[in-house]
């Protein structure tokens, strides 16, 4: 039973593994204050090209998008998100939860644009409801697709424009940059918005994303912000340890790249028998639409999700690869999957 239905399946890549092990016996500093931890801020200044970005490490990514929302916010206002936006979705209320709507709006291949935006300005107009101030994006989306980079420099002029903060989410950040498709690099992403993070908990460490925030008036008084929340790791040491060693070598962008290559397969495989897709992901997610009864077959020896439903007879699914993915085991995927399509 090989398991497609997410990309954290597996612990973490062997070199984040000897590198926590390597410092197992070592006394660090607590709360991110120690030199892994500055050392991996260090590399990722470098990275996005901004010595002046606030860095900061938290565990996972639902506590990212609360914390950072909650803190960019004040209590009348909200946030505009695609339908399909991971807070908006899959993260049980926890942006309502601390008083701040999520204003969606509808996006077939998951992406906000500056008219979609528009959309909910056009509708709050008014104290009678509440403000929008903060755009969520995902890159890549929760569908797989991917923001190009005039898609972003659209974005980012007109929430400039209009005074909004822009916010994205990068659970995924690694699938995205390193996609056939990708003309954006880390720096454009620093320069573009006020705040994104550089998920690693989906991209080969055991646990953590990086936070970085560019714009001046969400940089104050994040650390309080993060301990009030339970967002400041005791032994926050683990997640610079991690992060300095994805961006050493170049890991980060490697294992995200070995991720794509995987799915790339699968998506092939897909094309090759005229199975329609969902969405046109170049990612790491790849959403077929398939009959429900080759769904019973391949469940016999695959782990998949269901993605959404269809019609009467098929289902819209989604297979998901990593950095651990094993070649073999996509091509083994694709071969019986080619026979079973074929034979109906």
Known sequence: ???????????????????????????????SMDEH?????????????????????????????LLVISAALRPHQAVVAAESGHIN?????????????????????????????????DWHIDEHMVQPKMVYISNSTEVGTQYRLAEL??????????????????ARLGAALTSPVNDLTMA????????????????????????????????????????????MLAKGFLLGIQFETLFQNNLFYAMAAHSNRMAGFLREAFLEC???????????????ILPKTLIAKLRENYQFQDFEPYDETSTVVRFVTSWATKEEAVHEFVKDFKKLYQNG
């Not at 970085?212 to 650390?223: E, Y």
């Not at 199975?275 to 959403?287: E, H, I, M, R």
Request: proline residues 4%; aromatic residues 8%; negative net charge.
């Open 153 to 170: 420099e659209a974005l980012s002029a007109f929430c400039r424009e209009k005074g909004l903060y822009l916010f994205l989410d990068g």
């Open 89 to 121: 979705v899959h993260e049980t209320g926890a942006i309502e939860s601390t008083g701040h709507k999520v204003l969606f709006q509808t996006a077939k291949d998951g992406k906000l644009t500056p008219a979609l935006i528009q959309a909910s300005l």
């Open 1 to 31: 039973m090989y398991c497609f239905n997410n990309d954290y399946s597996e612990a973490a890549h062997p070199q984040i593994m000897d590198a926590l092990l390597n410092a197992a016996q070592e006394q660090n500093t607590g709360y």
């Open 274 to 288: 005229k199975v329609p897709l969902a969405t046109d992901s170049q990612t790491n997610q790849q959403f077929p």
């Open 37 to 65: 931890s500055r050392h991996a801020r260090e590399r990722i200044k470098k990275e996005i090209k901004n010595e002046e970005a606030d860095i900061h490490f938290l565990v996972g990514g639902t506590q990212t998008n």
């Open 188 to 231: 454009d992403i620093a320069r573009l918005t006020d705040v994104f993070y550089i998920g690693g908990t989906k991209n080969g460490a055991l646990f953590g994303e990086a936070l970085v925030i560019t714009h001046p008036a969400l940089k104050p008084d994040f650390r309080f912000m993060m301990k009030q929340k339970g967002a």
